[in-house]
């Protein structure tokens, strides 16, 4: 009779997951209006996977987010990213031990629905409770060494995309980890990238004001956040704090759902997939970074700009991105990918050859120089972006005037020009925006939007800010003008004049104007 209850309860809890627990917008997400970014429908692996019934979860009043202070459930994933076919490793602890389950679902758009769809969920299994292992005296990186719990080898019928595994336990905890699943057969036209690598250096885990250490902050012994006491060195073996999303999370599932619902032909990589060369930029029509991407390694820089200077395309939908020079390391026992090393500080105590692990402006390779603006600054407040060169062929459509101000649109972090550093040189080097605002230690800075084109072709469009994917989704932010020149970049991208098929329009006048001036922030 316990067994039969178990088995019960952990089938409700499985089946009343929300999508707020997964990471999904909690709010709902408005239809398409006809002045917005024209639906494309097609019969790429995204567009059949999106006709397929999605979640309609409610959370159980019993069913509760795990913390990091009792870790009721918690689990990692063996690799950030793999193809159908492959397998990777699920390592969960439970506390107080007891029977879980694990669902697996991919977070697209699903025909309407906006939730995850559940691909599959593991049998009962039997979980027990796990040590937070001591960080390394040295780096700080704290790597736990779990037993696997279940592995999963990925079905060959999977469509790529971002996936997240759920453990729920049969007492109403649950928690999760998101890994990507590529495709590594077909080209699709527009990539994906999930920034892994900055997900985990913001990861806190465990956030219990004691063991845990990010890339920014560890603990003193009364509790507080300190950054003389941050990790230099930090490892995927280990879960995401708390319920398992990632900060910042939020900002690439409203990219990606954007782009599903409006049916682009896209396929997902990560940051370690381009830093190893399993993502081959020359295979894309475009790049799309579509969240907050700001660690790299000299191997990430090198690929985009090798399949820049190719004719790819690159799209940053964040802000900051390109700004922390990092070293990626195998784990203790071998294994690649599962260590991101930034030690913010020049000399290195780990410097090799490509340098010490410090800002890319720091070694003369400012991010500007590959983007065209570069990070400047924390905004303290909202601010509208105020539009600029509102004839261009981006804002083509969505019947802007300079001048006009899109609110609250500034927010989280800001890139503008510095005239200072190395600009990229491109054609059509246009600003969009001049959006002024002030910045947490209080000085005005100028927020700025910016495209470019190379001789080949490629273009490289930044958004400048933090704000600009939630302005593609959720209901309180949804702007029609940023998604329709959102649209109007990625169609220019995979080569069809803004809304519809064929060569791009380059007849728009091209109106740069003088750059606007704003001063690099210094190492964070």
Not at 296 to 319: D, H, I, K, N
Not at 457 to 465: H, K, L, N, R, Y
Request: charged share 20%; with cysteine.
């Amino acid at each position: 009779m316990v067994r039969l209850r178990r088995r019960w309860a952990l089938g409700l809890l499985l089946g009343g997951v929300s999508a707020t627990a997964l990471g999904g917008s909690s709010e709902p997400v408005l239809s398409h209006r006809r002045s917005g970014p024209p639906t494309r429908r097609q019969t790429a692996p995204v567009g059949v996977d999106n006709r397929a019934a999605g979640g309609s979860w409610r959370m159980p009043d019993d069913v509760r987010p795990a913390d990091d202070r009792r870790r009721q459930i918690q689990g990692y994933a063996s690799t950030t990213s793999l193809a159908p076919g492959e397998s990777v490793d699920f390592h969960v602890a439970v506390n107080p031990a007891g029977p879980f389950q694990i669902s697996v679902k991919r977070l697209g758009w699903h025909d309407g629905a906006g939730t995850p769809r559940t691909m599959l969920t593991s049998p009962a299994l039997d979980g027990t409770p796990q040590p937070v292992p001591p960080a390394d005296p040295d780096t700080g990186a704290i790597a736990c060494r779990w037993p696997v719990s279940w592995t999963l080898r990925i079905p060959e019928d999977w469509t790529s995309g971002l996936y997240q595994a759920v453990f729920t336990s049969a007492d109403g905890w649950y928690a999760s980890t998101p890994f990507v699943v590529r495709d590594d057969t077909r080209a699709a036209a527009l990539c994906v990238v999930l920034p892994v690598t900055t997900w985990q250096a913001y990861n806190q885990w465990p956030q219990d004001g004691q063991a845990g250490k990010s890339l920014y902050n560890g603990y003193t012994a009364s509790g507080k956040r300190d950054p003389a006491l941050r990790a230099r060195e930090v490892s995927f073996d280990r879960p995401y704090a708390d319920a398992g999303q990632p900060a910042h999370f939020t900002r690439d599932q409203d990219a990606v759902q954007w782009l599903e619902r409006n049916g682009y032909d896209i396929s997902y990589a990560t940051s370690f997939d381009l830093h190893s060369g399993r993502l081959d930029p020359a295979r894309h029509r475009g790049l799309i970074f579509c969240g907050h991407d700001e660690y790299w390694s000299v191997e990430m820089r090198r690929a985009a700009e090798a399949g820049l200077a190719g004719g790819t395309s690159l799209a940053f939908f964040g802000a900051n991105s390109v700004y922390w020079h990092i070293r990626v390391r195998p784990s203790a026992d071998g294994r690649p990918e599962r260590v991101v090393a930034c030690a913010k500080t020049d000399p290195d105590p780990d410097e090799d050859a490509a340098g010490p692990t410090v800002t890319w402006r720091y070694l003369d390779k400012p991010e500007q120089s590959l983007i065209g603006i570069q990070y400047n600054g924390i905004v303290a407040t909202p601010q509208p972006l105020v539009v600029r060169a509102a004839d261009h062929w981006v804002w083509a459509g969505t019947g802007v005037a300079d001048g006009d101000r899109i609110p609250g649109l500034v927010l989280g972090e800001a890139d503008g020009v510095n005239n200072g550093a190395a600009r990229p040189g491109g054609l059509g080097d246009t600003l969009l925006s001049r959006s002024p605002y002030i910045n947490r230690e209080g000085a005005k800075r100028v927020q700025s939007t910016h495209v470019y084109e190379t001789p080949r072709g490629a273009v490289v469009f930044a958004t400048g800010t933090l704000g600009w994917t939630m302005a593609l989704n959720r209901r309180t932010h949804r702007d029609e003008r940023i998604e329709r020149a959102t649209a109007n970049v990625l169609d220019r991208m995979v080569n069809r004049a803004p809304g519809g098929s064929g060569p791009p329009d380059r007849t728009a006048p091209e109106t740069a104007g003088q750059p606007e001036v704003s001063p690099g922030a210094t190492n964070r």
